[in-house]
């Protein structure tokens, strides 16, 4: 039988196009702190910057005025933002301490819950396990939190630049001195159009990659300077969808087994937002085995099953999404989130808490942490690694880290399978981690070999199931057709390979066209999926992939 390993043709990350020693152009626009990433943990570290800024200015302290900006690859804040979500608001407490959670952009406090085991037509209910347990949480939506978080930091004064990709880091020997920005206007072969614009280089004394999950300057960055993790970094894809139904839903629902293969590791959700509308998604760990697992095409599978279709019939799918997801863990997380010049937050830094679902606090925790550490080191005058260090110190000391900790290996167990793995995590729960608390070692997502399968077909009805193109129309995506390729490919790949990356991608990006891979680089949205197990991911002009309102 025919295996495939992903990283025999996956392209190296393209250094020589990301960290970039040019002298910053002459028009380049200058401010003191740049966040990377107009998401939670972006704008949550400038928001907490100002209003450090602005109490040291009422005070008298001396800084001075400091400009901050925040640059962000969709049209708007909010359009490439998609989360499940259910939010712990600890760090929107922390950030508006003068502000009830009434206040804060939030649908509905979690009422109710349960887990359920699924087979192909039954559900089992099971015991909340403490990690998922969401008293005191609310259910929200990512894009609603972030447009909240934008007007915030832009009453503050922080410059917040939409329709922004940062494509290239700015170097001068160790240290990272800013960001350029990605050209648009480019035809699909690469060649400048009558509507070109080149891109901007804009140069910080501080650079916070914000980026999101598979941060491509933040990789770059750890891969330059060698950053080591104990395990390497792996990922989940999520598609996610939202329904306007016929049925109210008032419970947060969580669900483990069918329609996953039992050695693919996942689950899925469903939540209510309003009386009538629900958001649910399917999320598989991209460790999977065999090349023919689709995503999306389990979560129209899914939709079927007697827990869910009840509450679907009759409804509509009002939008559609996918993203990937850091599961790595605590023995996935960098050595160190800083260097000369620069911080790495958030997801981009691996701070997801997979056995309780959560990264939105983390990452805005980190944000807090960050604006709290580049704070000081703007009074000291100083702004190399030693005196960022104490950002790491910060994270380590606190909730982050120690949540992150309580759960390292809960994820990683089901590298055994999901009976063993369930066990395992179940152990772990039971002792606080302690239990089968060494290291469990592990691979990266394109290492793991899969087993090739013939892909399988899809049926969608239009109503209750969807093709991956219909999907992508839901998502927003206004990408024009003329776009270049901002996928990198190894040259010509096998036939199972080519099948594989059509089955993974949630998006349609990838078909087999005459024995060949062909790449349709418009309909991406940014999932990030491809690069982990295939064709890079490389930044494009602004405003390119979802447009997303409600995720």
């Known amino acids: 039988m025919a295996r495939v390993r992903p990283s025999d043709t996956q392209p190296l990350l393209p250094l ?37 800024v602005e109490a040291d200015a009422k005070a ?6 400091i400009s901050i900006a925040v640059l962000e690859k969709s049209a708007a804040l909010g359009e490439h933002s998609l989360s499940g979500s259910v939010v712990n608001p600890i760090a929107f407490r922390r950030l508006f301490p003068d502000l009830k959670d009434e206040d804060f952009p939030f649908r509905q406090p979690v009422k109710h819950e ?61 240290r990272v001195i800013g960001v350029r920005t990605a050209p648009s206007g480019l035809d699909r072969d690469g060649r400048q159009s009558s509507s070109y614009t080149p891109g901007t280089d804009v140069v910080a004394r501080v650079t916070a990659l914000a980026e999101g999950s598979r941060g491509t300057l933040a990789e770059a960055y750890i891969q330059w300077q060698e950053i080591k993790s104990e395990n390497p970094q792996i990922y989940a894809l999520g598609v996610k969808e939202i329904w306007e139904t016929k049925k109210p ?8 087994g069918w329609p996953l293969p039992g050695d693919a590791f996942g689950g899925s959700f469903m939540y209510p937002l309003e009386p009538n509308v ?86 805005m925790q980190s944000g807090i942490f960050a604006a709290r550490t580049i704070f000081d080191a703007l009074k000291k005058g100083e ?119 059509a089955s993974m991608c949630p998006a349609g990006v990838y078909e087999l066209v005459d024995g060949k891979l062909r790449v349709n680089a418009p309909n991406c949205v940014d999932c990030k999926a491809t690069d982990v197990l295939g064709p890079r991911w490389m930044p494009r002009e602004g405003g390119s992939g979802p447009s997303y309102k409600r995720m």
């Open 278 to 363: 629900v958001g649910l998604g399917l999320v598989v760990g991209l460790d999977y085995r065999k090349t023919n697992l689709d995503t999306h095409g389990l979560l129209q599978e899914m939709k079927r099953h007697p827990l869910f279709r009840p509450y679907l019939e009759g409804g509509e799918m009002v939008e559609w999404g996918a993203k990937t997801i850091p599961e790595g863990g605590f023995y996935s997380l960098p050595d160190r989130r800083f260097g000369h010049g620069v911080v790495i937050l958030g997801d981009s830094a691996g701070f997801v808490n997979v056995p309780s679902l959560k990264g939105i606090h983390y990452a």
């Open 383 to 501: 702004t190399s690694a030693p005196y960022l260090a104490s950002y790491d110190e910060l994270v380590r000391d606190s909730f982050i880290t120690d949540d992150i900790f309580r759960t390292r290996n809960m994820r990683l167990a089901f590298k055994s399978g999901f009976v063993l793995g369930g066990f395992k995590s179940v152990m772990m729960t039971l002792t606080g981690g302690r239990l089968f608390g060494k290291r469990i070692p592990i691979e990266t997502d394109a290492d793991v070999w899969k087993q090739a399968r013939s892909p399988k077909a899809l049926q969608p009805d239009g109503e209750l199931t969807f093709s991956k193109v219909d999907a992508v129309f839901k998502s927003g995506n206004a990408t024009r057709d003329t776009i270049p390729s901002h996928l990198i490919t190894e040259g010509d790949v096998d036939r199972e390979v080519a099948e594989m990356y």
């Open 249 to 256: 839903l008032d419970t947060v629902i969580h669900t483990l």
């Open 114 to 174: 349960a887990v359920y085991l699924l087979t192909k037509n039954r559900s089992f209910r099971l015991p909340t396990p403490p990690t998922m347990r969401n008293h005191g949480n609310y259910t929200a939506s990512l894009c609603e939190m972030v447009r909240w978080l934008g007007k915030k930091a832009e009453e503050l004064g922080v410059d917040v630049f939409a329709g922004f990709p940062a494509e290239k880091l700015l170097v001068s020997g160790e």
């Open 16 to 52: 020589d196009r990301i960290i970039v020693r040019d002298a910053p152009s002459d028009e380049s626009i200058e401010v003191d702190v740049l966040f990377v990433g107009g998401g939670p943990a972006g704008l949550a570290g400038a928001i907490e910057l100002a209003h450090l």
């Open 60 to 65: 008298a302290g001396g800084l001075g005025e």
